[in-house]
């Protein structure tokens, strides 16, 4: 594998060196956990007095708990990825869902906590490769830095060249930034929505549906609830009924670099694009019918969420598309709905 002349650089499992933008084969797993920040060479004393020789941190992508069982960390100084390089294992460590983890390095040390891996990161620059137990692997190639000077990402999760800036001293364990918000539209605030009460059995959720009888209104739709824009007759009480469906059409465009889906649903719901199941939340696995209900009943706290889910841009190349979403209820005593989604991209 040749190396790139890039002050940084990111390597994927199965191909060629390539900048942090370009999409690049890499492994499902070494996506899910990304290298987010770190620092080579640290002289400063943590709150307990001791002090390390620097420190990594990992961000975690996804909805779920990733435990790094099997999981290992390895330093090259060399600009080519090494099989043969020491590894610490990364065993009995976890990240929280869209959290970090701070692994100091104690170098020779022979620290017994797996969050003090015995490796030493080269000031001169080198590369630190973060591979998965199914063989999928992430490596940094990381430019000389001074003392306490941090190279890290703008905001957890950020990918792309322009997301990568050196910083003195860093956030060891904390998050590194807001997320911007993208800034294309391609359903946004208020716009309109078809909707039905009781999800049609079959083929709603696919383009070509004729959806011409169902009733049109802005977002946030529901009932029970303040601040929305259209309200719907949830049926007799103790008889609710179970799912409503919402169906809009948009156009998409070539060349996105980022994609980008609130959602508030109240209870669960189930995302579609194009007819293919994007996500679901608070909803049992399998096919659902229309008078399927949701896996619990969502808190007052919990009702008015905007809930952020990223999605592959590839997704909305030019031309239209269909987003469809059913939302059910927790119960056949449910009180309120609600639904309200937007899509952004850059």
Request: charged share 25%.
């Amino acid at each position: 594998m040749r190396a790139v002349v890039l002050p940084l650089a990111l390597v994927a499992c199965g191909g060629a060196p390539r900048s942090p933008a370009a999409p690049g084969p890499v492994a499902p797993e070494a996506e899910i956990v990304q290298i987010n920040e770190l620092v080579s060479e640290s002289r400063l004393a943590l709150p307990d007095g001791r002090r390390s020789a620097g420190w990594v941190e990992l961000y975690a992508r996804g909805e779920a708990p990733v435990a790094l069982d099997g999981w290992t960390l390895s330093v090259d100084p060399h600009s080519d990825v090494d099989p043969e390089a020491p590894a610490a294992a990364l065993d009995g460590l976890e990240i929280e869902p869209g959290g970090v983890l701070l692994l100091l390095l104690s170098g020779d040390r022979g620290e017994a906590d797996p969050a003090w891996p015995p490796l030493l990161l080269d000031r001169a620059g080198g590369l630190l490769t973060l591979r998965s137990p199914a063989g999928g692997r992430w490596s940094l190639r990381h430019p000389a830095l001074a003392p306490d000077t941090a190279l890290g990402r703008r905001w957890d999760g950020c990918v792309g060249e322009a997301c990568w800036r050196e910083a003195p001293l860093g956030s060891p364990g904390l998050p590194n930034g807001p997320q911007p918000e993208p800034a294309e539209a391609f359903s946004d605030r208020g716009d309109p929505w078809r909707y039905i009460a009781g999800c049609p059995a079959d083929g709603w959720e696919r383009p070509g549906f004729d959806d011409s009888a169902w009733a049109e209104g802005p977002v946030p739709i529901g009932a029970g609830e303040d601040q929305l824009r259209t309200y719907v007759d949830l049926g007799p009480e103790g008889a609710r009924t179970a799912s409503f469906c919402f169906r809009r059409q948009i156009e998409g465009r070539d060349g996105l670099r980022r994609l980008e889906l609130r959602l508030r649903r109240d209870d669960g719901a189930q995302v579609f694009l194009d007819g293919v199941e994007l996500m679901r939340d608070v909803l049992p696995p399998g096919p659902l019918d229309r008078g399927a209900y949701a896996l619990r009943s969502v808190d007052e706290a919990e009702e008015a969420v905007y809930r952020r889910f990223e999605l592959d841009p590839a997704l909305l190349g030019a031309g239209p598309h269909t987003l469809a979403v059913a939302v059910h209820q927790g119960s056949a005593d449910s009180g309120d709905l609600a639904f309200d989604l937007w899509l952004r991209g850059e």
